[in-house]
């Protein structure tokens, strides 16, 4: 299988900004999505890359180098609710079929 | 419209025991996903439903475990002679379009199984 590695946890502190990084495997690679996941709740999308750069969306960017293998999720002006676990998912193609994998998640803790 | 729901929020059963998660994906949705997060884990791919095509099957992890759809509606996972391994969340979630398109999924609140 794929593997999908990013930090297993991160603390920064509020009104500052963090960069969560993700590495994987380009073999396949297909698309990457990142996801929010609160205590006790559903993950919730926040961006999609596919080709290279830099996707800006509010407070919340992500960017992506094919050639790595590697991705970040830039979040800017840190409030105290943004403190949760940020999943990493990357689609790759392989034996005729597409498939989601997910990293493990790097619990974000957002101190004052 | 409302978001994907799943029942039950809980369950806990005996080992050995059979159990039915239901998943109702949003209405119109033709992509419908399981997945299973073991405390501290990160989400594993169980099986995704496309249409009317033949289901992936390839992340269900024992013949124990199966999966249906209705049409484009509602999904049954099913977990037979559980074990306590089989502890988890399982999530269900759907998109407007298949695993090859960029649409996002959205994901149902999960059922918590607890295998005693």
């Known amino acids: 299988g794929q593997n999908i590695d990013q930090p297993t946890e991160m603390t920064a502190t509020e009104g500052a900004i963090v960069q969560i990084n993700c590495t994987y495997q380009t073999s396949g690679f297909n698309g990457l999505f990142w996801y929010q996941q609160h205590a006790g709740e559903a993950p919730t999308f926040l961006s999609y890359?596919?080709?290279?750069g830099l996707e800006e969306k509010g407070r919340f960017s992500s960017f992506l180098s094919r050639s790595k293998g590697y991705s970040y999720l830039l979040l800017k002006e840190l409030q105290m609710k943004d403190s949760a676990p940020y999943l990493c998912?990357?689609?790759?193609f392989g034996a005729g079929s597409y498939q989601l994998t997910f990293g493990k998640g790097t619990k974000l803790s957002v101190i004052p | 419209g409302a978001g994907v729901s799943q029942s039950p929020s809980n369950k806990v059963t005996e080992k050995g025991k059979d159990v039915e998660l239901r998943c109702d994906p949003i209405s119109g949705h033709t992509a419908l996903y399981w997945y299973r997060q073991r405390l501290g884990q990160g989400l594993e791919f169980l099986i995704y439903?496309?249409?009317?095509?033949?289901?992936?099957k390839s992340g269900l992890p024992s013949d124990r475990f199966s999966a249906e759809r209705t049409g484009e509606s509602v999904s049954t996972l099913t977990i037979q002679r559980t074990q306590q391994e089989d502890s988890a969340v399982y999530l269900c979630a759907s998109s407007s379009g298949g695993v090859a398109d960029s649409y996002e999924q959205y994901f149902g609140p999960g059922t918590r199984l607890t295998v005693t």
């Open positions: 890359n596919v080709l290279d």
């Open positions: 439903f496309q249409g009317n095509s033949a289901p992936d």
């Open positions: 998912a990357v689609r790759f």
